[in-house]
């Protein structure tokens, strides 16, 4: 079994900031790439930032300048620093992550989703 749970998610004031974490645990071989996604209602989920085991990441224009994804792979943990944050940021944030298990299967898995609402 693989789980990745979320959390750092909450209620903030426009102009704020918030860190998302989402740890990884089970039965995981190797990780590959991790990323942030968010939906927000009536809308599709969406990518937000993603990062590779090496490193080299990549953002949605929504976010650049403003969000930044960091990895910590001895703890199999990713990071979402969020500042400047808008009230259309206002989501449930998904953590997401290429997992090679113990038992030799690779498959794509997701969080239980933390909310973020950027509201005055």
């Known amino acids: 079994q693989v789980q990745l749970v979320e959390s750092g998610g909450g209620l903030v004031q426009p102009g704020g900031s918030l860190r998302l974490s989402c740890a990884a645990s089970g039965s995981i071989l190797s990780i590959y790439k991790m990323g942030w996604y968010r939906q927000a209602p009536g809308n599709q989920r969406e990518l937000v930032a993603a990062?590779?085991?090496?490193?080299?990441?990549n953002y949605a224009e929504s976010g650049k300048g403003r969000f930044t994804i960091s990895r910590d792979n001895a703890n199999k943990m990713i990071f979402l620093q969020m500042n400047s944050l808008k009230p259309e940021d206002t989501a449930i944030y998904y953590c997401n992550a290429d997992i090679l298990t113990l038992y030799g299967t690779k498959d794509a898995y997701w969080g239980q989703g933390t909310q973020v609402t950027v509201s005055s």
């Open positions: 990062i590779t085991s090496g490193g080299s990441t």
